[in-house]
């Protein structure tokens, strides 16, 4: 929307739209005056007169009193409300020194046009709307014009006549009136395309052709002619004056028919205060006098328009549409609140499941009766579920078997595979003795249902208290520490982790511990290490030795929690740690 | 991590590029896989893995056991130290072929 200077639109496009289109074009190329609908000659005569400034006001007030039906007919216009005269005019005489040539031209025009156009002028066009559009447009021109200082009943012709040229767009297609109800239930903007597109031509260019025709007043014409396009840089100050109230008074005519009534209330009210400078309350006032304004001027002119919409239901209307906007948004912002309460719930519940797996998991780790060795574990999962596991329990014969693992990956996939393998250890456990074959069994039982790839690094043995022998088979994992006689050993594995290949070639080694300890971890704690100081795990893990060895056996892994308790915020990762103490005692289990 | 896939003779080639972590390794499940899918002999190019995780190995695994029962070769290409040392501590540089460049391939 806006006031365009493009006039390249003045174009008429003779490609689109058909055999329609080119009717029309046709039509319009071809027109002649006398195929427009002729004003009444008498009428014209009078216009004419009014236009000359040659003519007194003598002679035109002898001219117009010749003819008594137009005297009787511009005496009850000047005397009726709409014209608010403080008293009665009963002569022509005195209506032309009271009102002007001007006045009583436009009073003469108004007059022309509505004898020019009978009701069935255009078969199936609905004339009598037609009017009640116009009248909107006058009137509003006309409440424009007292705003911008203008010659305002000379705005209200410019109104009434700036629409003219759609009649005769209809008039050359008068098939297409249907096409008229459409028209009016949209914006002026949308209505001008929609012309170009279904006639291949549009009202103002038409309106030129017609004014031209019936040899209307320049100013008129103008208006007509360039309300919605033109070239406005060299138009005359008070012709784009006459353009821009006729733009206005069409997008406020339009507030009263269009569907959209919000939109089309908004641009109005837009256009009114980038123009006028109307502001929002003004352009109510205005708008809200519309209705009564454009009752006095069809009883004034002696025409029957449908009752007149009231801007109070076109505010109900715009309303209502607004409500609606607004409900849909209250309707998302519920629905997302709703959307987001259910995730927190369903966050919840697998929350709760999720401890619930972790429970269980817990369970799976040894528990401390029963076993009477110096051996004791710690598990920490940086997910609720860990992959990491360890286990430990005593045989008939007194020895303790252990073992420490690692699974592939992490979350609820790891923690599964850990149960599993877990169980498996434990449970073959208790009737075979040979660490060896029992993870061999386990390997060959991981493989056979192998999915995505996922391993187990497995360290499995058998540790004698009596003796501090130990039987150690390390399945691709960590390195085992021991330290004996003050001296670190490591054990790396000698096989690859259980769940790749059917047969990985397991060996065990066997070493003593007596007065030593043996440390078996998983990788989580050297990441840790580094992630703190990268590099520094090395370093850090002989510390922690060190450390070990120096302190009672009660107090060992009681150290390695709280030396771990630093690391809690950065840790990413299971950690799993098992200590075997090279002499008997209680165990301890942390976690 | 980035990849790239290329052709060297019969054998299809993904280079896998940066780390390989849990976070990834989905991804690169998913390119191998779909490239074995084909048919064609395949060579993992680890040279610009700087960091390889056990979800990043399983990948590898997996894939070795998919090409292993379609009977399609699958090896490792020039793979990085850190890589590498992943692979031996967990006794995994005896499982998979490794190839230090295209000339060790007959």
């Avoid at chain 1, 927190?344 to 999720?354: R, V």
């Amino acid at each position: 929307m806006g006031f365009s200077t493009d006039t390249s639109l003045y174009v008429i496009n003779h490609d689109i739209n058909g055999m329609s289109v080119a009717k029309t074009q046709h039509a319009l190329e071809n027109l002649k005056p006398t195929d427009l609908p002729t004003p009444p000659q008498a009428e014209i005569r009078i216009v004419q007169a009014c236009s000359d400034e040659n003519v007194t006001s003598k002679q035109l007030a002898t001219l117009i009193s010749s003819d008594p039906v137009i005297t009787a007919e511009l005496l009850r216009m000047v005397n009726s409300a709409f014209y608010g005269l403080s008293r009665e005019v009963s002569t022509i005489n005195h209506a032309v020194t009271i009102l002007g040539q001007r006045a009583l031209r436009n009073l003469a025009l108004c007059l022309s046009v509505r004898d020019a156009l009978k009701d069935d002028y255009i078969h199936g066009f609905k004339i009598e709307e037609y009017w009640e559009d116009a009248l909107r447009r006058a009137v509003t021109a006309r409440a424009l014009g007292k705003i911008a200082k203008l010659d305002h009943d000379e705005c209200f012709t410019i109104g009434l006549l700036q629409d003219f040229g759609m009649l005769a767009v209809f008039h050359t297609q008068p098939e297409l009136s249907h096409l008229w109800e459409a028209y009016r239930k949209i914006d002026p903007e949308q209505r001008y395309k929609l012309e170009q597109k279904d006639f291949g031509i549009t009202h103002d260019k038409a309106g030129l052709m017609l004014g031209c025709a019936w040899e209307l007043p320049q100013e008129l014409i103008s208006a007509m002619a360039y309300h919605h396009h033109g070239d406005y840089k060299n138009m005359k100050p008070q012709d784009l004056a006459y353009c821009k109230i006729a733009l206005c008074a069409d997008w406020v005519a339009a507030v009263f028919t269009a569907e959209e009534k919000a939109d089309t209330l908004k641009s109005c009210k837009k256009l009114l205060k980038n123009i006028f400078k109307i502001s929002e309350d003004d352009s109510d006032s205005l708008l809200s006098s519309i209705a009564d304004e454009v009752s006095e001027a069809a009883k004034a002119l002696g025409l029957n328009v449908p009752s007149s919409i009231k801007y109070e239901d076109v505010m109900r209307e715009a309303n209502k549409h607004l409500a609606d906007e607004t409900l849909s948004y209250q309707e998302l912002t519920w629905r997302l609140e709703k959307t987001l309460e259910e995730r927190d719930k369903l966050s919840a519940e697998l929350h709760k499941e999720l401890e619930l797996a972790r429970e269980i998991q817990r369970s799976l780790l040894p528990d401390v009766n029963g076993v009477d060795s110096c051996i004791c574990g710690m598990n920490i999962s940086a997910k609720e579920v860990s992959g990491d596991f360890y286990d430990f329990f005593t045989l008939d014969d007194g020895r303790i078997y252990f073992n420490l693992a690692d699974v592939s990956g992490k979350g609820m996939n790891a923690a599964l595979l850990m149960v599993k393998s877990s169980s498996l250890f434990h449970c073959l456990g208790k009737t075979i003795k040979d660490p060896v074959q029992l993870m061999n069994i386990i390997n060959a039982e991981l493989f056979e249902t192998s999915t995505r790839g996922m391993f187990v690094t497995m360290v499995g043995g058998i540790y004698t208290p009596e003796t501090g022998d130990v039987t150690l088979v390390n399945a691709g994992h960590q390195p085992v520490i021991y330290i004996k006689d003050n001296s670190l050993n490591e054990i790396e594995a000698d096989a690859p982790p259980l769940g790749i290949l059917p047969n990985i070639g397991l060996s065990a080694t066997t070493f003593n511990i007596k007065d030593g300890f043996m440390f078996i971890y998983t990788d989580g704690l050297p990441e840790l290490y580094d992630k703190a100081d990268p590099g520094s795990s090395t370093h850090e893990m002989i510390t922690l030795f060190n450390k070990i060895k120096s302190l009672p056996r009660g107090d060992r892994i009681k150290m390695v929690t709280s030396e771990l308790k630093r690391y809690e915020k950065i840790m990413h990762d299971d950690l799993t740690i098992l200590l075997i103490d090279g002499c008997k005692s209680k165990a301890l289990i942390h976690g | 991590m980035e990849y790239n896939i290329s052709k060297n003779g019969t054998y299809s080639v993904i280079m896998l590029e940066g780390e390989v972590d849990l976070y990834c390794s989905p991804d690169a499940r998913k390119i191998i896989l779909k490239e074995l899918k084909k048919g064609d002999d395949m060579l993992i190019d680890l040279s610009k893995v700087s960091y390889i995780d056990s979800s990043g190995i399983a990948c590898l695994v997996e894939g070795y056991q998919v090409a292993n029962k379609n009977e399609i070769k699958f090896a490792l290409l020039g793979v990085s130290q850190g890589a590498m040392n992943v692979l031996k501590l967990a006794r995994l540089d005896n499982v998979f072929t490794i190839y230090n460049s295209f000339d060790d391939i007959k």
